[in-house]
Nanobody
Framework: QVEVVESGGGLVQPGGSLKVSCAPG????????MGWYRQTPGNERELVAQ???????EYADFAKGRFTIARGNGKNTASLQMSSLKPDDTAVYYC?????????????WGQGTWVNVSS
């Protein structure tokens, strides 16, 4: 199956840093876009950051200056380095991989990794 798996979540103190990573859990694939979303209970998933195959990056406003997305192999791996973490950053963080481009794009979602920012 085509899937991505997140890792690296955990408990971190406010002001601390944490890095979450994403890698294929099944067969190999080539992603046009790798991204990170997050979700808290009862809320919709929101974009954290995404990185395109040409290196372009988009960040949510809350992530700018604090979070850094990177693509490890330029194809299907990604990481999110989070710094200056706040309690509001507590969420399940999901990795996404987009296969294709345009209306036929398939978005693959990971199962998520929990990030808990608390003292």
């Amino acid at each position: 199956q085509v899937e991505v798996v997140e890792s690296g979540g955990g408990l971190v103190q406010p002001g601390g840093s944490l890095k979450v990573s994403c890698a294929p859990g099944g067969r190999d694939f080539d992603a046009s876009v790798m991204g990170w979303y997050r979700q808290t209970p009862g809320n919709e998933r929101e974009l954290v950051a995404q990185m395109f195959s040409d290196g372009r990056i988009e960040y949510a406003d809350f992530a700018k200056g604090r979070f850094t997305i990177a693509r490890g192999n330029g194809k299907n791996t990604a990481s999110l380095q989070m710094s200056s973490l706040k309690p509001d950053d507590t969420a399940v963080y999901y990795c996404t991989a987009d296969i294709g481009d345009g209306p036929l794009t398939l978005r693959i979602w990971g199962q998520g990794t929990w990030v808990n920012v608390s003292s």
